[in-house]
């Protein structure tokens, strides 16, 4: 039980193009998820929280307008990277808690690379 | 602010060797403290978890650890090293609703 699924896995896209993540719980209701981005041998940065129907919260220093967060539903969450540059390139990892639980399942991560 | 520290950022070990991958935390209440595991290229899995009661935790693989309040620690053990625990791990502490981690560790597993 408690599989978060991200699609897609890899990505590469031209500077200036907007790309989505999606990130699903599969089999229990995520009431609440997270996005970090990882750098290369870097620990996990959390960027934003999500609560289901509700305005996700951005951490200091992330850019709301940039990277899009909607949580739509209890078990979808998606991230969108809008007018991507390379130095956006990074691994973007969600994770997916149940109301009531303190442990976060993670996703595989989607590896984001802008030419 | 809780925080994590974890003590070596690379460990290498034989195969059937003992494993110590050192994390000390800092809370202001009592801690829920995680350690996760990451293959490359991928997410994180759940090893184990302490939130309240025994001290002692044991979790997937193999692997267990214990909280020392009085030493702020919350190190992670396996008493026999296998070639597929090579991988990164990560220590980390719950901040109200959110996980503060820690640099992570890799351990190498030697043959």
């Known amino acids: 039980g408690a599989v978060v699924s991200q699609h897609p896995s890899r990505v590469i896209c031209k500077s200036g193009t907007s790309v989505k993540i999606e990130c699903r719980s599969l089999d229990f209701q995520a009431t609440t998820m997270f996005w970090y981005r990882q750098f290369p041998k870097q620990s996990l940065m959390l960027m934003a929280t999500?609560?289901?129907?509700?305005?996700?919260?951005?951490e200091q220093g992330v850019e709301k307008d940039k990277f899009l967060i909607n949580h739509a539903s209890l078990t979808l969450s998606t991230l969108t990277v809008t007018s991507a540059h390379p130095e956006d390139s990074s691994f973007y990892i969600c994770s997916a808690r149940s109301g009531g639980t303190d442990t976060q399942y993670f996703g595989p991560g989607t590896r984001l690379t802008v030419l | 602010a809780q925080s994590v520290t974890q003590l070596g950022s690379h460990v290498s070990v034989s195969e059937g060797a003992l494993v110590l991958l050192r994390c000390n935390y800092s809370s202001s209440v009592p801690p829920y403290l995680f350690w996760y595991v990451q293959y490359p290229n991928q997410g994180l899995q759940l090893l184990l978890k302490y939130t309240t009661g025994a001290t002692l935790v044991k979790g997937i693989n193999g692997f267990e650890a214990e909280f020392k309040k009085s030493e702020t620690s919350f190190h992670l053990t396996k008493p026999s090293a296998h070639m597929s625990d090579a991988a990164e791990y990560f220590c980390a502490v719950r901040s109200s609703t959110k996980l503060v981690f820690g640099a992570g560790t890799i351990l190498r597993v030697k043959s």
């Open positions: 999500s609560n289901e129907g509700s305005k996700a919260t951005y």
